[in-house]
């Protein structure tokens, strides 16, 4: 969005950006020096990231709370569960073993004194996902936005825990966190007045987002994104509370996430996992203030 929008270049930048399939191939990029920025997850950036002290990590902008997802319950099986305790003994789907939402629904279940061993985790893919809670073939299911939403107003599931946005994942948590952010490595640090630079431009992206039509975003943005437009459709609605304020992360935010990351999630022994302080880096908020407020 910041680059068809003509952003980066009103901000001075010239920003080339390169795509992977996933959240792991963008913090490889980044730990092997070719990208100066990568935009990935904590956990991806822990796991897949830069490996030495001299090259760790630095969250220099955050994106979004938690996965995009929402705990629902299959329309047909309401009355079975009707909160995190009733889940022991059903069928819970996923995307995909080992998907990074995963690990929420672990943390989640870890909040209401239950264990992933109790429920049974059954992976449907993306679309079969959807497919599985409309005919009550899994109890709950950890969807995914837009389906999340779109079975949610159709009434054929109900929300038992929302994630979709930060509001909603400091309600369901009790505290604030960071999945997706963009991390730099501190031996290949980028200049903090570029770095301010690049948070106006991906701040005004957001909130172009967050206010244009659909209509108006197809006239810039590539067709493979915009095409077929419904669905283009539904994930532009579902990203409009999708990000985090300002970008702004704070070190109680990073604490709670790796919290949760060491708990649920396996990372290798050669894992870099440094102290929230460290890893957090602050870019000048009086540097970025003038655009957010222009917002």
Known sequence: M???????????????LKTTRAEPGAAEALAQGQVDLAATSLEAILRFGPRTAKQGPRLVLGLTAAPPVALVVAESQKELV????????????????????????????????????QVLLVSRGERGLSHAVETGDVHAALLREPAA???????????????????????????????????????RRVRDRELAAFHRAVLAAESRLATATA???????????????????????????????????????????LTM???????????????????????????????????
Not at 111 to 116: F, I, K
Not at 162 to 179: E, K, S, Y
Request: glycine share 8%; net charge neutral.
């Open 2 to 16: 910041a680059e068809a929008e003509g952003y980066f270049a009103k901000e001075g930048l010239a920003v080339t």
């Open 82 to 117: 009707r909160s995190l305790e009733h889940l022991p003994g059903t069928r819970v789907g996923i995307t995909s073993p080992g998907a990074p939402e995963q690990a929420w629904l672990a943390w989640l279940l870890a909040r209401a004194g239950l264990s992933p061993g």
């Open 149 to 187: 939403s779109r079975l949610l107003a159709a009434g054929q599931a109900r929300l038992l825990v929302d994630l979709r946005t930060p509001v909603a994942v400091r309600q369901a948590l009790g505290a604030g966190t960071v999945n997706a952010a963009v991390f730099m490595r501190a031996d």
């Open 215 to 257: 209509a108006e975003l197809a006239e810039r943005l590539s067709s493979s994104i915009t095409v077929p437009s419904e669905e283009f459709q539904g994930r532009l609605e579902a990203c409009r509370a999708l990000y985090l304020d300002d970008g702004a992360v704070t070190i109680a935010q990073v604490r709670e996430t």
């Open 261 to 295: 990351i060491r708990a649920h999630v396996v990372l290798p022994a050669t894992a870099l996992v440094p102290p929230p302080e460290e890893l957090l880096y602050a870019v000048s908020r009086r540097a970025i203030k003038p655009a957010s407020t222009a917002r």
